[in-house]
């Protein structure tokens, strides 16, 4: 008796982040092992056939792609109640069809435009193994739960007590992300690390 290949259904839930005008879509499917945000509808057209098809939609202004879920940013004058479900079958949809998701070479193209900008660790030698310990923080306690809210975090540069990082998905220009940033992040680091004097946001 043959086996007939039958399709994993797609299964797709939303959840609220800290910035009201970003939601998660969540599925039960890995969509990209990694990070890509497209904030330009012109990168999302070259990389990305799923931020491009989802940049056709009037209201979507961000996309945010990683692991199993993509968080959307809105334009605020859009209702959620009003487009999210039409977003939640497009997505799941497209998911099910098993359609390309995030173009080869997208992360070696991230990583070549982040060495031009110098976004590629700034720091000097002196401060190595300060800003190595600063990083393991991030990975280890804020990226987690920086991610649940649909959001991630990079470490960008530090000096003279100054740490940077980059928010991007759901915590880029969302109201509370600066104030975790202050009372969450700052005094974290400040309690374990005694060099740390304060922590900086750059939008991503």
């Avoid at 008796?1 to 890995?30: C, D, G, H, I, W």
């Avoid at 969509?31 to 979507?60: I, Q």
């Amino acid at each position: 008796m043959s086996q007939v290949a039958t399709k994993r259904p797609v299964l797709l839930y939303t959840e609220q982040t800290p910035n009201p005008e970003s939601l998660k879509f969540v599925t039960n499917r890995m969509l990209y092992n990694g990070t890509a945000e497209f904030k330009e509808e012109e990168f999302a057209r070259e990389w990305s056939d799923l931020a491009a098809a989802l940049y056709d939609f009037p209201y979507v202004q961000k996309v945010y792609i990683a692991n199993n879920y993509v968080t959307l940013t809105k334009e605020f004058n859009y209702s959620w109640d009003n487009i999210m479900l039409k977003l939640k079958e497009f997505i799941k949809e497209y998911l099910q069809e098993d359609k390309p998701i995030i173009k080869e070479g997208f992360a070696e193209e991230v990583a070549r435009i982040e060495a031009e900008r110098g976004v590629s660790y700034e720091y000097s030698e002196d401060d190595a193994e300060t800003v190595k310990q600063i990083k393991e923080l991030i990975d280890t306690y804020v990226k987690p739960a920086v991610e649940m809210d649909g959001g991630n975090i990079e470490f960008k540069s530090y000096h003279e007590g100054v740490v940077t990082v980059i928010m991007q998905g759901s915590c880029s220009g969302c109201p509370s992300s600066t104030v975790t940033l202050k009372s969450g992040i700052e005094s974290m680091l400040k309690r374990m690390m005694p060099q740390v004097k304060e922590v900086v946001q750059e939008m991503g």
